[in-house]
């Protein structure tokens, strides 16, 4: 990253996506965002409307569908769905130069989790979320920095977000290292007003998103709860209880240091409030479910090192049901 006016791009201009650009735009510096449809049509309209802890915004960025139009980036944010990762790589190559620094916010276990681990599994391909290693082929992993993203935004609408929980992101290269990209990274996500932290043990942050996601977002589209109801209600929070241990597991079987008490996370994410999962949000738009990366890789990491999952597993059909068919979901919705 340069002295000279940073080219940063977002590529998805999902609730994440949208308010990310939005913060960073409201430091002053020129945004780019890459998206299409009736997102790029409003973005080019109205621009990005962001309501926060912080106040309501209204920003204006540059948006396209043209990535030879936006052009090489310093700094690329992915912040697309998981599934459409793959899809999305192709369409985006001119804003990727040889120094550009590409963040994926994604959610669920990365493609990358292997590269520059430096367990038995090292160099690993994760085939669930790139079972035919488009990504890892498409994408340098050397120009990749993980991150971990504590943000819980809801979109009414394209391009306009509403959020009512602080912001928090968690940076770290892959092979482990504290580098200076990586403390530019943080200092810029600082600069925004996100609680912005750079480790050297990207992989323990991941898991304690991963169990977040994987005690929530499944259970949220069978029942229709929000967090508050999933972490709150006594045989809700059993359910989640039970997930959680399954979960811990795995991830101390990958030497990840959780210091995560399950009464203290399960009182964390009954505080959130009524905030209906990213999952369930997809699920009601009729938007294919995040469940290969969110839950499908967690089983895959958990079968290589023999540790069953039973219950996350039978609450991960349930969820693939209710998304394969949509007309059921009216059964039992408030």
């Known amino acids: 990253m340069s002295s000279s006016p940073l080219r940063i791009c977002i590529a998805g201009a999902g609730a994440i996506g949208c308010t990310l650009a939005a913060r960073l735009a409201l430091t002053g510096r020129a945004v780019n965002v890459f998206a299409r449809g009736r997102t790029l049509a409003a973005l080019q309209r109205n621009g990005i409307h962001l309501q926060d802890l912080k106040g309501r915004h209204h920003v204006q960025v540059t948006a396209s569908d043209n990535a030879e139009h936006l052009g090489e980036q310093d700094l690329l944010f992915l912040c697309t769905k ?8 192709p369409n985006i190559g001119p804003l990727i130069g040889p120094n550009t620094v590409v963040v994926p916010v994604i959610n669920g276990v990365p493609w990358w989790y292997f590269h520059g681990e430096g367990g038995r599994f090292d160099g690993d391909r994760v085939e669930t979320v790139d079972p035919d290693g488009r990504i890892t082929d498409t994408l340098d992993l050397h120009k990749v920095i993980g991150c971990v993203v504590f943000i819980t935004a809801q979109s009414s609408a394209p391009a306009v977000v509403k959020t009512h929980n602080p912001y928090r992101i968690i940076f770290g290269e892959l092979d482990n290292q504290l580098t200076p990209r990586l403390e530019n990274l943080r200092a810029l996500i600082e600069s925004a007003g996100i609680e912005a932290q750079g480790t050297d043990r990207i992989r323990d942050q991941l898991w304690t998103k991963i169990i977040a996601n994987l005690t929530s977002n499944p259970v949220s589209v069978v029942t229709g709860a929000t967090l ?42 009954a505080s959130m409030g009524p905030v209906r999962t990213s999952m369930l949000q997809d699920f009601d738009k009729g938007l294919p479910l995040e469940l290969a990366a969110i839950g499908d890789a967690v089983l895959e990491l958990a079968a290589k090192v023999n540790i069953p999952m039973p219950i996350t597993r039978s609450v991960l059909t349930l969820a693939r049901f209710c998304g394969e068919h949509p007309h059921h979901k009216e059964h039992g919705r408030h």
């Not at 998981?82 to 790589?89: I, N």
């Not at 999933?230 to 240091?257: C, H, W």
């Open 82 to 89: 998981a599934p459409s990762l793959s899809s999305l790589l």
């Open 228 to 269: 508050e109801q999933i972490y709150g209600l006594p045989d809700m929070r059993e359910l989640a209880l039970v997930t959680f241990n399954e979960a811990m597991q795995v991830a101390s079987a990958y030497d990840a240091k959780l210091s995560m008490e399950p009464t203290t996370f399960m009182q964390f994410g």
